[in-house]
């Protein structure tokens, strides 16, 4: 569980993890080392990490770079596994990840400290990340056991530089556990050696939680090697007339404030009813809540929002510029002179269009936007690139109806903040722009199946006809509450794609095409089947009921920006679409059909 910190004890012991980890100019920064598999590394190229929080006068620690020479050791060791975890088998691995889990927390005050210390994060924030590292390390492995038999994979962790001495010391806490070093290798790199690493061929998938225009760099350097990112979101909450006003703003200014506004997650944009934005009290209870925050170093335990990762956010520096008709309900203020510290930002008057309504800007400023009726809200949110998560604040059952079967986004929330999804319970990931790969959710019951190939077994007699109707009736067809918690509702569900096309190549046999178009048809996600001239499928396939279309790759590829997912039957299919795909931000689904409906459906 989290930490209580209205214990008297707990207070204690935050009072000790500032002791240990907050430093001053006369301490000497820890050197960290690379690690190439067992052997660590000192490296003459280091990273140096500044505090914040004390106008980067003191470095709190060095951590050493990778040049492509030591990348390619690194990327060598992954691909060999000397230590053979792949060999490990789920059970070893479980009890790996618990103990691991455990010992997490057992550091949790290091952790903390030195998120304190290294990212700006307070100590309530950095509290429930741990939680959550714990919660994951605990729930994955639980949740392969519903699969058959799986090797495990070898890493390479290559974390934000900004944040990696946190990551360091939590991989920490796995090689204590029984992780072989030389399967869990925890890197930073210099520009040159990160490319080598992400598009190294032995790297069989790649994870990104970061920024859009990264995922779309990485997607397009690399095309053919699986992309699974979570990026950024421009996230929106939207206040009705039949919302409690006062249990709005509290869910409001905690979604996007907290984390200094950087959370993926953050409210960004607070669409309001007319009757209520031109309500003065509502203004400046809103303005009163925001200036009301406790602002400053993470040093101070009563701080709520404390500095910036950053404080080279062009982004947001420009959005702190007043356009046409926008003014000021909480005007920005830097704190610091290094402005890593902004006080919480409320522009008023933002318009569909403006800079701030469109982008993506990770700090602390909300920009609220008048709207007539709940369906233009939602028709301005689903007009956004993203769609990471949404919040709706209104006590109207049929408001709250129409929000939920309209809005475009990940995660929804209801008369609740939007930030801090819990593993399991909420299963956290978006759609659009907001998430590449197939869109499986972290923290969810499918999540760790799409790191693994699974294949049906040789000879299988399964009736695949009767499989895909049973796992989509059992898993699939339903919203369900997974934890069933007193108090608050949380609906797991699963939604059909618009349209799906299958593109078949003259070695892709009909009975795969039938299987995909079978779970389609009863997932309800309308397929078209695309096949080369001269490998006419028209006969073989026209009970199906999809439309066919004979048309050379040009042409196909020419059409994929017209699907919402592209499904093959296997990976060995021409660059050419898997380039077009990464240039449209097109997912393309390659694995085999298999006849388990519980797997295939997914797709």
Known sequence: PDTDFDLVKNQEWVRGIFAGWKKSILDSPRIIPLQVGKEMVICDKRH?????????EVCVCEMSQANVEQISRIIEIAGSDPAGWRKTTLEERHKIMYEAANRLGEMRGDLIGCMCAVTGKTVVEGDVEVSEGIDYARFYTTSMKQFAELPGNTVILKP???????????????????????????????????KVLTTAPAVKHIILTGGTDTAQNIARS????????ETGGKNAII???????????????????????????????????????EDK????KLKDAATSMKVGSVWNPGNVVGPMITNKNDKLLKALELEKGESWLVPPRFLDKHKYVLAPTVKWGVRPGNYSFRTELFGPMLSVVCIENLQQGIDLVNSLEYGLTSGLQ????????????SIMAGNLYINRGITGAIVNRQPFGGMKLSAFGGGVKAGGPNYCACFV??????????????????????????????????????AFRYLPLKNMVLRLFPGDNNEDAKMIALAARICHTPLSISFEPGDDRTAALASLGCPLKEEALAGFLKSMKNYERIRTCGADIPMEMYEEAARI????ATAKPVKDGRVELVH
């Open 48 to 56: 140096r990490y500044m505090d914040r929080c004390q106008d980067d």
């Open 160 to 194: 934000a530089t900004v944040a990696a001495p946190v990551a360091w010391l939590f991989a920490k806490a796995f090689w204590d556990a029984g992780v072989p070093k030389e399967a869990l290798q925890v890197i930073i790199t210099d520009r040159e050696a990160l």
């Open 222 to 229: 690399n095309p053919a090697t699986p992309l699974s990112a």
């Open 239 to 277: 206040l009705t007339d039949s919302g409690d006003r006062d249990h709005a703003i509290m869910n409001i200014v905690a979604s996007a404030f907290g984390n200094a506004g950087q959370k993926c997650s953050a409210c960004s944009l607070l669409l309001v009813e007319r009757s209520v934005y």
């Open 281 to 284: 009290n509502f203004q400046d």
């Open 394 to 405: 209104s006590l109207d059952e049929g408001e709250q109806k129409l929000w939920k079967d």
């Open 453 to 490: 190939n699974i294949a049906d077994k040789p000879g299988s007699t399964t009736d695949y006809t009767q499989s895909y109707v049973k796992a989509y009736e059992q898993e699939f067809a339903h919203a369900r509450d997974v934890n069933n918690l007193y108090g608050e509702q949380n």
């Open 585 to 588: 931000d097109k997912y393309i």
